[in-house]
């Protein structure tokens, strides 16, 4: 084991044996339960969530496994998490800026010459204020539009050139607008300094060391490994199993397999200064006039009561999962739904369940 890992899980041992919250009860399990099943009523093949609140942690869950598999969704099933991968990418180019590697405020081209527009800087790309198209926009992912590509292999360059065969959609630093371009480029100037494979790159820096053992970046391979809930959609009107595709179509951006126990454990140690020096874990969860709720990698929401909570959501073909903490990190929850034939609005039941949980 090197020694940044050797670091990190000593500091994870310290993370997670420390001082907890009292003992008491604070959310209302059966709310929550409301919350979800009516997820699935509405809209979704199945859901799971894992809470913890102080010393107490607690999972839950409602639907099935699949249209034709009535077995529970699996209480820690493994799913596409979708862009709580950029968090994942941002810690690794956060590393690298705390070695010396990167200079966050340089312009990307330093490292990648004639990739994108000159003025860009890494910061801006984490932070979503580039300007770039967001390459996403161009391609369809409602299951009749995704079938044709579902299975197809992007190389990272094809991406990034489908937002820069478009103008700027800003200058660069001025405007806020989320671009999943902004992450694989950044997936690249990874690649470029490591001389590593993006996904290599991560695991050897955040997976290993906190032994993410069912974290993956899948790539080529369609299949999810391990215990996991199906999604569907409707295709020529008929339902159609949306759960395997090719993952290179987001690869930096949104590429990741998890498990809601896997996302608490590397969100915990990301929040709690394991994983980055001093220096940049203060650039983490900071957020400036253009960019007022996000930081480098993170969102910082606010639930309905005003409860500030700091995470990621995600959204990729079939799948939705979100993964947020309160800033003290003693309240955290981690949630994946597979998509189902419902045509009900869920998004009502959605806030209700994290408002039990954060407010």
Request: proline share 6%; net charge negative; aromatic share 8%.
């Amino acid at each position: 084991m090197g020694t940044r890992s050797l670091a990190i899980a000593t500091a994870c041992t310290l993370l997670f044996t420390g001082t907890a919250a009292a003992d008491t009860p604070r959310i209302d399990r059966g709310i929550v339960q409301e919350g979800l099943d009516e997820i699935v009523r509405t809209a979704a093949q199945g859901v799971q969530l894992r809470v913890t609140d102080g010393r107490t942690r607690f999972t839950a869950r409602s639907g099935t496994a699949g249209l034709r598999d009535p077995r529970p969704v699996p209480a820690n099933g493994r799913f596409r998490a979708g862009s709580t991968t950029k968090s994942f990418t941002s810690a690794v180019v956060l590393q690298l800026a705390g070695e010396g590697e990167v200079d966050l405020d340089a312009p990307v081209t330093r490292h990648l010459p004639g990739l994108v527009d000159d003025r860009i800087t890494v910061r801006q790309l984490l932070q979503h204020t580039s300007g770039l198209f967001n390459y996403t926009d161009a391609l369809d992912f409602d299951p009749p539009g995704f079938e044709p590509i579902r299975y197809r292999h992007w190389e990272p360059e094809e991406l990034v050139a489908l937002a820069t065969s478009r103008p700027l959609e800003s200058e660069p630093g001025t405007r806020w607008r989320y671009s999943n371009t902004g992450y694989v480029v950044l997936g690249l100037l990874i690649e470029k300094i490591t001389g590593q494979d993006y996904a290599e790159a991560v695991s050897q820096r955040v997976l290993r060391p906190l032994r993410l053992g069912d974290t993956t970046f899948p790539g080529d391979s369609p299949d999810i490994h391990g215990p996991h809930a199906r999604s569907y959609g409707l295709v020529d009107g008929r339902p159609a199993d949306t759960t395997r595709w090719n993952t290179t179509v987001f690869w930096a951006a949104g590429d990741v397999v998890s498990t809601t126990k896997d996302l608490d454990t590397f969100y915990n140690a990301l929040l709690g200064g394991v994983l980055l020096e001093p220096e940049q874990q203060r650039e983490l969860t900071r957020t400036t006039a253009v960019s007022p709720g996000y930081g480098l990698g993170l969102f910082l929401d606010k639930a309905s009561c005003g409860a500030t909570i700091i995470g990621h959501t995600g959204s990729v073909p079939g799948f939705s999962s979100y993964a947020y903490s309160s800033p003290d990190r003693k309240v955290r929850a981690e949630f994946s739904g597979t998509t189902g034939l419902g045509t009900g609005d869920p998004t009502e039941a959605y806030f209700r369940v994290l408002d039990e949980i954060f407010c």
